[in-house]
């Protein structure tokens, strides 16, 4: 979600897909691990380079994990703070 007047960015990403360092889902899969690999390492380095990019462009940037959507209270504070960051009171 992009909030341009504000400059704030919330992405979501998939725990497997996106490889959550410490979460459960983020296994890696026992077959075919020649091609999981590395087309899971490219989703890390590319997310981390577009990351990058954008904070460097002045853009703050929320990543929310699909584990996160477990606890909505949790996430609504997270969402909320960030929302909230910056702003003059």
């Excluded at 341009?4 to 979460?23: A, N, P, T």
């Excluded at 077959?31 to 853009?59: C, F, H, M």
Aim: a positive charge; proline letters at 2%.
């Amino acid at each position: 979600m992009v909030l341009s007047r504000l400059k704030k960015i919330v992405e979501v990403r998939g725990c497997f897909w996106h490889q959550h360092k410490g979460c459960i889902d983020s296994h890696m899969p026992k077959s075919r691990r020649d091609y999981w690999i590395p087309k899971l390492a490219r989703n890390v380095r590319r997310d981390k380079t577009n990351e990058q990019k954008l904070r460097k462009n002045g853009w703050d940037v929320l990543t929310i994990w699909e584990c996160e959507l477990r606890d909505m209270d949790r996430l609504r504070a997270r969402i909320i703070a960030f929302l909230n960051a910056g702003r003059a009171s």
